[in-house]
């Protein structure tokens, strides 16, 4: 394999990463603070990466989020929590340059695959597309590259 293909493993695996520290952000103020707490973290993450756009969708959804039970929050802290965890051993072995890595990412994301194609036929947004769409190309990417590994075999 090439040096350009193991840098894009170690940016997929950073990107994982990024991924995890956000739903452990996320998972932890959703178990410690509640909606409230759960609500100013996504709002912060909202501002810090410039994404003034989504900000009337947030609001939409914060109210959604103080409308649920302490317990339906508790449940989904633990659900970013447990997400958190995918990403993070995920992350680590792409960093890692690990073969299992590759393997368990095409295996992950691709199981998200039809959930996330079914939201967004039922309601689509562009950022949903373009998670969709980065996920699909980090599957058929990581695909490709065990492919060619094994035919060099």
């Known amino acids: 394999m090439t040096e350009r293909s193991d840098t894009t493993v170690v ?9 995890a520290a956000a739903l452990i952000a996320l998972g932890v103020a959703a178990l410690l603070g ?8 996504l709002s912060s993450a909202v501002d810090r990466l410039g994404l003034a756009w989504a900000q009337h969708l947030l609001d939409r959804g ?9 317990r339906a929050i508790r449940e ?22 690990r073969h299992w890595a590759e393997w368990v990412t095409v295996v992950v994301t691709s199981s998200f695959v039809p959930f996330e194609l079914y939201e ?19 599957v058929i990417y990581l695909v490709a590259r ?3 590994r094994r035919r060099a075999h």
């Open 11 to 19: 940016l997929i695996g950073i990107f994982r990463l990024a991924k």
């Open 34 to 41: 509640g909606a409230r707490s759960f609500g100013d973290a």
């Open 62 to 70: 914060l109210e959604r989020l103080f409308a649920l039970p302490p």
């Open 76 to 97: 989904i802290g633990v659900a970013c929590l447990a997400y958190a965890t995918i990403f993070t051993v995920e992350g680590i072995g792409l960093v890692l340059r």
């Open 120 to 138: 967004l036929v039922r309601h689509p947004t562009v950022g949903k597309a373009l998670f969709l769409a980065v996920n699909v190309v980090i």
């Open 146 to 148: 065990i492919v060619r």
